[in-house]
């Protein structure tokens, strides 16, 4: 299941940012399956992206409908960014929140938003969080929608270092 959704959901990412147009499906390659994570690679019209995704285990608030939701870890060789954390929340954001994401429990990580997107604010926290998330059991993102629903969103981590060391090895950076 998350095979599919994450293709379609990493098409819908990066078209809506601008970052590419959608992957043809014959050039995407699911590079394993890993308990909760599933890793990919493909190439675009730029060069080479290796990303992973998982849904969330347990998602809690008081809404009627939501999208898909996902947890990605992102590599783009192109331009050169690694370890990018983002969140597809499965609704658009609150404009102005803050959401917040921590693991197992520890002092949350404060996101940054644009529509229904999530990620870090920089590259160095990028790096804290995929660290934190290589040697946790579980991570918590809390969101408000643009409606003011509050949702809290738990993720498995069981797997991540496994699909973190496949999209590695597919970028080259192992």
């Known amino acids: 299941m998350i095979i599919q959704k994450g293709l379609c959901i990493l098409a819908l990412l ?6 590419i147009a959608a992957p043809a ?19 675009d019209d730029d060069g080479k992206i290796c990303y992973m995704a998982s849904e969330p285990i347990k998602s809690q608030g008081k809404y009627k409908i939501r999208d898909d939701v996902f947890l990605m870890v992102t590599h783009r060789l192109s331009n050169k960014t690694f370890d990018v954390v983002n969140i597809a929340a499965g609704y658009t954001y609150k404009k102005g929140s803050r959401p917040t994401f921590s693991i197992d429990g520890a002092k949350p990580f404060t996101l940054v938003t644009s529509a229904d997107t999530a990620w870090a604010k920089d ?3 990028d790096a804290r969080l995929v ?6 059991n579980k991570a918590v993102l809390k969101g408000t929608s643009r409606r003011g629903t509050l949702t809290t969103d738990t993720f498995s981590l069981k797997g991540f270092s496994k699909a973190y060391r496949a999209i590695q090895k597919a970028c080259g950076r192992e």
């Open 25 to 43: 499906k014959n050039n995407m390659e699911i590079l394993g399956n890993f308990d909760a994570w599933t890793a990919y690679v493909f190439n």
């Open 123 to 125: 590259a160095p926290t």
């Open 131 to 136: 660290k934190a998330m290589r040697a946790g």
């Open 14 to 19: 990066l078209m809506t940012t601008g970052a």
